[in-house]
């Protein structure tokens, strides 16, 4: 079958690489796609928030299935516009997607289906936000409501830093109207998790944890990005995690979303915290997560196409996915500067050498130009190193980044460490 994949980080060459692994794959095309991803796919030059040229090329392509890869356009109704023409998608609507559109949303959804979450206050103005801090103790978090590229969260550990950032949203829109409303939230300490859970609607079927590394510098310093690496799986995890999560997070959660008309179909992300009082949900996302799936999906011993195809046709088949028992770890190899402004362009040197020694290398930010693979955005590269336990994976990925190179090339040093630190291992 044909298949569009919608998208074009590190997250979609996953896609990519696991989706062309099914024997139902005959040709697999991907807007806009990115320089490694073009060796899988057909690249064609139409942008992931393109919605009408995304559909007039899977009515012209007899596509078969189209998988939406990154948030804004699942936000903006791609599935809805598509669902009108027949055309078959994987993805939550519009209204099911809120769940990560708006934070606010997410905490309604939970709160009515009692799952367990921080406490939060949401504000529709800076001088009402700040006067709201008083009813929080440090650290303050302050979130932009809407979608802000994983990076519209602030722990502040004064209320000096919390004026700042509710400011810097609110009346800077630093973060554009995703900071026209803020939740103020109650900090949640302990260390956190992500878990995917596959939906149809009813069922969920949940995916291995992982746990990824969002300040820029090592030892968690600096501002949080979208994501410096992750790994899986997660040692420090208790017993019956992935249960427990799907009892009391994802199962009410989609049974909300059904009682109220808008049913959830596709990945739901669950973000969460391991407190002392047991598990508690920080987000929601609607698609995979992004560098976690760099992690989760090679260790997915299932057809992931057919899988898709279940969620939003027959419904899920299984009551389990099987995973292997190998480790990986994904060390993100970014733009200097990034958070910040930084340049493009630069030529990438080393990526055939980076997996001749079983690492995977996917393209995050990249671009060919006459046979030259160049930088075109702040995450560059996802390096994946693989191994029978968490050490051996890391050890890969940290040999093969050795061998990677571009101008301003900056990449964390301690990915996995904490949980090397509680095994005796180190990177």
């Given amino acids: 079958m044909k298949v569009l994949l919608v998208g074009s980080g590190g997250r979609e060459h996953a896609l990519a690489w696991k989706i062309k692994q099914s024997r139902h794959c005959t040709h697999l095309f991907c807007a806009p796609g990115n320089a490694g991803i073009s060796k899988l ?8 928030d393109d919605i009408e040229e995304l559909v007039k090329f899977a009515h012209d392509m007899r596509v078969e299935l189209t998988v939406v890869g990154p948030e804004a356009p699942l936000a903006a109704g791609i599935v809805d516009r598509f669902q009108q023409e027949a055309l ?81 949203a609110m009346v800077d829109r630093v973060f554009g109207e995703a900071g026209s409303l803020v939740l103020l939230e109650e900090f949640l300490d302990g260390e956190e998790l992500s878990i995917f859970g596959l939906s149809d609607g009813r069922k969920v079927l949940p995916m291995v944890p992982a746990q990824d590394h969002k300040r820029i510098f090592d030892r968690d310093q600096g501002p949080n990005t979208g994501g410096m690496g992750a790994y899986s799986p997660v040692p420090q995890a208790p017993a019956g995690i992935i249960e427990e999560t799907v009892r009391r997070v994802m199962c009410p959660v989609v049974e909300g979303m059904a009682e109220q008309g808008t049913p959830y179909k596709g990945v739901l992300y669950a973000g969460l915290v391991m407190t002392t009082e047991g598990i508690k949900v920080i987000e929601f996302n609607c698609r995979f997560g992004d ?19 279940e969620c939003i046709g027959t419904g899920l088949r299984s009551d389990r996915l099987a995973f292997t028992d190998d480790a990986a770890v994904c060390v993100v190899a970014s733009s200097g500067g990034y958070p ?14 980076a997996e001749k020694g079983g690492a995977l290398v996917f393209h995050a930010g990249t671009k060919a130009s006459d046979g030259t693979v160049l930088t075109a955005g702040g995450r560059v590269l996802n390096v994946i190193g693989r191994g029978k336990d968490l050490a051996g994976a ?27 630190n509680r095994e005796g291992g180190s990177t």
């Fill in 340 to 353: 910040g402004p930084y340049k493009n362009g630069y030529p990438i040197t080393g990526l055939d050498e």
């Fill in 394 to 420: 890391a050890g890969q990925a940290y040999a093969a980044l050795d061998k990677l190179s571009f101008e301003g090339m900056h990449y964390r040093r301690d990915i996995a460490s904490r949980a090397l």
């Fill in 88 to 168: 078959p998608v994987f993805g939550p609507t519009r209204a099911a997607a809120q769940l990560e559109a708006s934070k606010s949303f997410a905490k309604t959804i939970m709160r009515k289906k009692n799952v367990p979450t921080a406490q939060a206050k949401r504000v529709h103005d800076a001088e009402s936000a700040i006067a709201a801090l008083a009813e929080f103790k440090p650290p303050y978090v302050i979130k932009a409501d809407g979608l802000a590229a994983g990076k519209g969260v602030t722990i502040a550990p004064t209320r000096q830093e919390a004026e700042q950032a509710i400011r810097e």
């Fill in 291 to 309: 560098p976690e799936t760099q992690v989760v999906l090679p260790r997915l011993q299932e057809d992931l196409l057919l899988l898709m195809l």
């Fill in 41 to 48: 796919a057909t690249c064609v030059p139409i942008k992931a």
